[in-house]
Protein backbone atom coordinates (compact mmCIF):
# COMPACT_ATOMS: atom_id res chain seq x y z
CA UNK A 1 0.00 0.00 0.00
CA UNK A 2 1.50 2.95 -1.06
CA UNK A 3 1.29 6.06 1.47
CA UNK A 4 2.52 8.73 -0.35
CA UNK A 5 1.84 8.67 -4.44
CA UNK A 6 3.62 10.92 -6.99
CA UNK A 7 1.38 9.91 -9.93
CA UNK A 8 3.59 11.75 -12.79
CA UNK A 9 6.20 10.11 -13.45
CA UNK A 10 7.92 12.68 -15.88
CA UNK A 11 7.19 16.14 -16.63
CA UNK A 12 8.39 18.40 -19.29
CA UNK A 13 8.52 22.29 -18.65
CA UNK A 14 9.80 24.76 -21.15
CA UNK A 15 12.61 26.89 -19.21
CA UNK A 16 11.54 30.13 -17.96
CA UNK A 17 7.63 28.64 -16.91
CA UNK A 18 6.57 26.97 -13.96
CA UNK A 19 7.00 23.56 -13.03
CA UNK A 20 4.64 21.96 -10.66
CA UNK A 21 5.05 18.69 -9.18
CA UNK A 22 1.93 17.35 -7.17
CA UNK A 23 2.00 14.43 -4.37
CA UNK A 24 -0.78 12.64 -2.63
CA UNK A 25 -0.86 11.15 0.76
CA UNK A 26 -3.14 8.78 2.37
CA UNK A 27 -1.96 7.94 5.77
CA UNK A 28 -3.65 10.88 8.07
CA UNK A 29 -0.75 10.82 10.55
CA UNK A 30 1.58 12.76 8.34
CA UNK A 31 2.30 15.83 9.44
CA UNK A 32 5.97 17.25 7.97
CA UNK A 33 6.58 16.79 4.67
CA UNK A 34 9.48 17.14 2.61
CA UNK A 35 10.51 17.87 -1.18
CA UNK A 36 13.86 16.18 -2.12
CA UNK A 37 15.85 16.26 -5.92
CA UNK A 38 17.63 13.64 -6.98
CA UNK A 39 20.46 13.68 -9.78
CA UNK A 40 21.95 10.36 -10.94
CA UNK A 41 24.69 8.94 -9.10
CA UNK A 42 23.77 11.28 -6.37
CA UNK A 43 21.76 11.03 -3.00
CA UNK A 44 18.74 13.11 -2.81
CA UNK A 45 19.03 16.78 -1.92
CA UNK A 46 16.86 18.22 0.78
CA UNK A 47 15.05 20.78 -1.30
CA UNK A 48 12.49 22.05 1.10
CA UNK A 49 9.51 21.53 3.47
CA UNK A 50 6.53 22.41 5.57
CA UNK A 51 4.86 21.42 8.76
CA UNK A 52 1.15 20.59 9.17
CA UNK A 53 0.20 23.40 10.40
CA UNK A 54 0.84 25.61 7.62
CA UNK A 55 -0.27 25.75 4.17
CA UNK A 56 2.38 26.98 2.65
CA UNK A 57 6.07 27.59 2.60
CA UNK A 58 8.41 30.00 0.25
CA UNK A 59 12.03 29.54 -0.23
CA UNK A 60 13.75 31.44 -2.93
CA UNK A 61 11.85 29.91 -6.28
CA UNK A 62 10.84 26.62 -4.55
CA UNK A 63 7.15 27.01 -3.03
CA UNK A 64 5.40 24.15 -1.41
CA UNK A 65 1.55 23.91 -0.80
CA UNK A 66 -0.52 21.45 1.62
CA UNK A 67 -3.93 21.39 1.35
CA UNK A 68 -4.34 18.51 4.57
CA UNK A 69 -7.94 18.17 3.51
CA UNK A 70 -7.50 16.96 -0.03
CA UNK A 71 -4.43 15.14 1.46
CA UNK A 72 -2.11 16.95 -1.25
CA UNK A 73 1.02 19.36 -1.67
CA UNK A 74 2.60 20.51 -4.46
CA UNK A 75 6.10 22.16 -5.58
CA UNK A 76 6.23 24.86 -7.98
CA UNK A 77 9.39 26.28 -9.42
CA UNK A 78 9.40 29.32 -10.64
CA UNK A 79 10.53 30.23 -13.17
CA UNK A 80 12.32 26.74 -13.71
CA UNK A 81 15.92 26.32 -15.08
CA UNK A 82 18.04 23.68 -16.99
CA UNK A 83 20.00 23.02 -13.41
CA UNK A 84 16.36 22.12 -11.88
CA UNK A 85 16.19 18.38 -14.35
CA UNK A 86 16.29 16.13 -12.18
CA UNK A 87 14.10 13.21 -9.80
CA UNK A 88 12.18 14.77 -7.44
CA UNK A 89 10.96 12.92 -4.18
CA UNK A 90 8.19 13.82 -1.72
CA UNK A 91 8.14 12.61 1.30
CA UNK A 92 6.29 12.20 4.44
CA UNK A 93 7.21 12.04 8.58
CA UNK A 94 4.20 11.08 11.01
CA UNK A 95 6.40 12.65 13.82
CA UNK A 96 3.94 12.32 16.67
CA UNK A 97 3.63 8.89 16.58
CA UNK A 98 5.59 7.17 13.54
CA UNK A 99 8.32 4.76 14.16
CA UNK A 100 8.55 4.14 10.09
CA UNK A 101 11.25 7.48 9.43
CA UNK A 102 10.54 9.12 6.25
CA UNK A 103 7.87 7.70 3.71
CA UNK A 104 8.86 8.40 0.08
CA UNK A 105 7.08 9.14 -3.09
CA UNK A 106 8.39 7.13 -6.32
CA UNK A 107 9.63 10.14 -7.78
CA UNK A 108 8.88 12.81 -10.86
CA UNK A 109 11.32 13.24 -13.37
CA UNK A 110 11.66 16.76 -14.33
CA UNK A 111 12.99 17.91 -17.52
CA UNK A 112 13.58 21.40 -18.20
CA UNK A 113 13.31 22.11 -21.87
CA UNK A 114 15.21 24.93 -23.34
CA UNK B 1 31.28 20.85 6.82
CA UNK B 2 32.04 17.31 4.96
CA UNK B 3 28.79 15.62 4.05
CA UNK B 4 27.91 12.14 4.46
CA UNK B 5 29.94 9.71 3.04
CA UNK B 6 29.58 6.01 2.40
CA UNK B 7 31.69 3.41 1.61
CA UNK B 8 32.24 1.36 -0.89
CA UNK B 9 30.37 3.20 -3.67
CA UNK B 10 29.97 -0.05 -5.37
CA UNK B 11 30.01 -3.51 -4.90
CA UNK B 12 29.23 -6.69 -6.02
CA UNK B 13 28.35 -10.00 -4.51
CA UNK B 14 27.06 -13.51 -5.27
CA UNK B 15 23.68 -14.96 -3.61
CA UNK B 16 24.25 -16.65 -0.40
CA UNK B 17 27.14 -14.12 0.88
CA UNK B 18 27.27 -11.36 3.26
CA UNK B 19 28.17 -7.48 2.92
CA UNK B 20 28.61 -4.69 4.95
CA UNK B 21 28.19 -0.99 4.04
CA UNK B 22 29.73 2.15 5.71
CA UNK B 23 28.34 5.20 6.58
CA UNK B 24 29.68 8.67 7.98
CA UNK B 25 27.71 11.23 9.07
CA UNK B 26 27.78 14.84 8.96
CA UNK B 27 30.21 15.85 12.15
CA UNK B 28 27.71 16.33 14.99
CA UNK B 29 24.42 14.54 13.57
CA UNK B 30 23.55 12.31 15.96
CA UNK B 31 21.08 9.94 13.99
CA UNK B 32 22.06 7.93 10.91
CA UNK B 33 19.37 6.26 8.67
CA UNK B 34 19.55 3.45 6.06
CA UNK B 35 17.31 3.71 2.91
CA UNK B 36 17.09 1.43 -0.12
CA UNK B 37 16.16 2.57 -3.88
CA UNK B 38 15.12 -0.31 -6.20
CA UNK B 39 13.30 0.93 -9.35
CA UNK B 40 10.24 -0.74 -8.22
CA UNK B 41 9.60 0.53 -5.09
CA UNK B 42 11.30 3.58 -4.99
CA UNK B 43 13.23 4.99 -1.76
CA UNK B 44 12.04 2.66 1.33
CA UNK B 45 13.04 3.11 4.99
CA UNK B 46 15.40 0.52 6.48
CA UNK B 47 16.54 1.50 9.98
CA UNK B 48 17.34 4.77 12.09
CA UNK B 49 20.19 5.02 14.86
CA UNK B 50 20.06 7.37 17.67
CA UNK B 51 22.89 7.38 20.06
CA UNK B 52 23.94 4.03 19.25
CA UNK B 53 20.41 2.29 19.88
CA UNK B 54 18.52 1.26 16.70
CA UNK B 55 15.21 3.78 17.39
CA UNK B 56 12.87 2.53 14.20
CA UNK B 57 12.67 0.32 11.43
CA UNK B 58 11.29 -0.58 8.47
CA UNK B 59 9.25 -3.52 7.21
CA UNK B 60 12.02 -5.85 5.75
CA UNK B 61 13.55 -9.07 7.14
CA UNK B 62 15.90 -9.97 10.24
CA UNK B 63 18.67 -10.14 7.24
CA UNK B 64 18.91 -6.85 7.38
CA UNK B 65 20.55 -5.24 10.38
CA UNK B 66 23.16 -2.50 11.38
CA UNK B 67 24.90 -1.08 14.27
CA UNK B 68 26.04 3.01 15.16
CA UNK B 69 29.09 3.44 16.95
CA UNK B 70 29.69 5.96 19.55
CA UNK B 71 31.25 8.60 16.93
CA UNK B 72 27.80 7.91 15.31
CA UNK B 73 29.33 6.74 12.43
CA UNK B 74 26.98 3.44 11.42
CA UNK B 75 27.35 0.06 9.50
CA UNK B 76 24.54 -2.03 7.51
CA UNK B 77 24.85 -6.02 7.10
CA UNK B 78 23.08 -7.93 5.08
CA UNK B 79 23.08 -11.59 5.57
CA UNK B 80 22.29 -14.14 3.27
CA UNK B 81 22.10 -12.07 -0.30
CA UNK B 82 19.54 -12.89 -2.74
CA UNK B 83 19.20 -11.27 -6.20
CA UNK B 84 16.51 -8.91 -4.85
CA UNK B 85 18.97 -6.90 -2.55
CA UNK B 86 20.08 -5.59 -5.51
CA UNK B 87 19.79 -2.19 -5.11
CA UNK B 88 21.05 1.34 -4.22
CA UNK B 89 21.46 1.82 -0.48
CA UNK B 90 21.58 5.37 1.04
CA UNK B 91 22.54 6.40 4.30
CA UNK B 92 21.61 9.97 5.64
CA UNK B 93 22.27 11.66 8.81
CA UNK B 94 20.21 14.34 11.13
CA UNK B 95 20.82 16.03 14.18
CA UNK B 96 18.73 13.53 15.23
CA UNK B 97 16.64 15.09 17.80
CA UNK B 98 12.96 14.30 16.10
CA UNK B 99 12.11 12.55 12.71
CA UNK B 100 11.08 15.39 10.97
CA UNK B 101 14.89 17.33 11.29
CA UNK B 102 16.23 17.54 8.20
CA UNK B 103 17.80 14.64 6.59
CA UNK B 104 21.49 14.52 4.49
CA UNK B 105 21.99 12.32 2.44
CA UNK B 106 25.08 10.48 0.72
CA UNK B 107 25.78 9.26 -2.61
CA UNK B 108 24.70 5.90 -1.74
CA UNK B 109 26.49 2.34 -1.83
CA UNK B 110 25.46 0.32 -5.12
CA UNK B 111 25.07 -3.12 -4.77
CA UNK B 112 24.78 -5.88 -7.36
CA UNK B 113 23.74 -9.35 -6.79
CA UNK B 114 24.82 -12.10 -9.17
Known amino acids: DQQVKQNSPSLSVQEGRISILNCDYT??????FLWYKKYPAEGPTFLIS?????DKNEDGRFTVFLNKSAKHLSLHIVPSQPGDSAVYFC?????????????FGKGTHLIIQP | KAGVTQTPRYLIKTRGQQVTLSCSPI?????VSWYQQTPGQGLQFLFE???????NKGNFPGRFSGRQFSNSRSEMNVSTLELGDSALYLC?????????????FGPGTRLTVL
Open chain 1, 91 to 103: AASAEGGGADGLT
Open chain 1, 27 to 32: NSMFDY
Open chain 1, 50 to 54: ISSIK
Open chain 2, 92 to 104: ASSLGGRVADTQY
Open chain 2, 27 to 31: SGHRS
Open chain 2, 49 to 55: YFSETQR
